[in-house]
């Protein structure tokens, strides 16, 4: 079955670093677009970066926009995200998506937590 497996979360402090990983399995990697989406408390849940299946074309939200990089590596059936410059705002559960069928298929969520 599709499984969709987030690492890299944590605690780091205003203006640094994470980079999160989501490891597919169940289903052919290579041949779907995937995305990052994020929930913070008491919000709904918002798309922060997707890249198509070969990864020449990507997208992000404003919020996000030159501070976030999506990339996968269809090699190894991952897709990551490289956050830089990371503010307190960016603090939410991120989740990744397959584009598999009209609801897609989501991972658990890793924790990103940005404080001093």
């Known amino acids: 079955q599709v499984q969709l497996v987030e690492s890299g979360g944590g605690l780091v402090q205003p203006g640094g670093s994470l980079r999160l990983s989501c490891a597919a399995s169940?289903?052919?990697?290579?041949?779907?677009?995937m995305s990052w989406f994020r929930q913070a408390p008491g919000k709904a849940r918002e798309l922060v970066a997707a890249?198509?299946?070969?990864?020449?074309?990507?997208n992000y939200a404003d919020s996000v926009k030159g501070r976030f990089t999506i990339s996968r590596d269809n090699a190894k059936n991952t897709v990551y995200l490289q956050m830089n410059s990371l503010k307190v705002e960016d603090t939410a559960v991120y989740y990744c998506?397959?584009?598999?069928?009209?609801?897609?298929?989501w991972g658990q969520g890793t924790q990103v937590t940005v404080s001093s």
């Open positions: 998506r397959a584009a598999i069928g009209a609801a897609g298929y």
């Open positions: 890249i198509t299946t070969v990864g020449d074309s990507t």
């Open positions: 169940g289903f052919t990697f290579r041949r779907y677009a």
